[in-house]
């Protein structure tokens, strides 16, 4: 339902501030968006890079699962889990999102000369399947948090662009309307009681005329 307005000059003028306001922040917005949407383009496409290399990592390191399987002591997989996710804070296109730094992992838990060589390539390649795993989960984040922002962006663009500039032409179309109705209308009544006022003069004036004797026979 829409809001009722008041037919008044200041109600007039408050809808046309509101329209200067919306015509000028929308470009704003417009130009938010557009911003945004190469951003989310940009990240989607680093996302799928990423996650790419990790499965191609993960096929790897498959060669090396059923051997390292055999070799009981060896917790290879779990020397090669992040010790810690190192992330910065950066400012894209208005929205504060976290950026992947690096990984740190831990010590091998196993003797380095005493095991095959081929472990050691196994661990390099299950720890850079795991870097490249912590850093897509950080972009999926970021890709998430900016597409959320583009959503809330298309949508007031849409309020301003489909709703509230269309509206508040409206009002101001309307309101001119009536004012321009009530201005004939009050035209029109004194112009009425113009004439009523100099029709009231004429028959003072016929009454104050002395009256004409009749002639005599």
Same mark, same amino acid.
């Given at each position: ?59 790897r ?20 889990e ?14 504060r999102? #976290?950026?992947f730094? $690096?990984?740190?992992? *831990?010590?091998? +838990?196993y003797?380095?000369? =005493?095991?095959? %060589?081929? @472990? ?45 500039? #269309?509206?508040?032409? $409206?009002?101001?179309? *309307?309101?001119? +309307?009536?004012?321009?109705? =009530?201005?004939? %209308?009050? @035209? ?30």
């Amino acid at each position: 339902m829409a809001k009722k307005i008041k037919y008044t000059r200041p109600e007039l003028k408050r809808q046309r501030d509101l329209l200067t306001r919306f015509e000028r922040y929308l470009p704003t917005l417009k130009l938010k968006q557009q911003q945004l949407q190469l951003t989310v383009r940009d990240v989607r496409k680093e996302l799928r890079q990423a996650e790419d290399e990790a499965r191609r990592a993960e096929a790897r390191f498959n060669a090396y699962r059923r051997v390292l399987a055999d070799r009981a002591g060896l917790d290879v997989e779990g020397a090669a889990e992040p010790d810690e996710v190192r992330t910065s804070t950066a400012n894209v296109a208005g929205i504060r999102v #976290p950026v992947f730094e $690096d990984v740190t992992f *831990r010590a091998p +838990i196993y003797s380095l000369f =005493a095991t095959p %060589a081929w @472990v050691d390539q196994a661990l390099a390649d299950l720890r850079h399947r795991n870097r490249l795993r912590a850093q897509a989960e950080v972009l999926r984040d970021q890709y998430e948090r900016l597409r959320r922002e583009l959503t809330k962006i298309m949508q007031r663009v849409n309020l301003f662009e489909k709703v509230k500039i #269309p509206e508040t032409r $409206d009002n101001i179309r *309307r309101i001119r +309307i009536q004012l321009g109705d =009530a201005m004939t %209308a009050a @035209v029109c009544r004194a112009k009425i009681a113009k004439e009523k006022l100099a029709g009231s003069d004429s028959l003072l004036e016929a009454a104050a005329r002395p009256r004409q004797e009749a002639p005599t026979a």
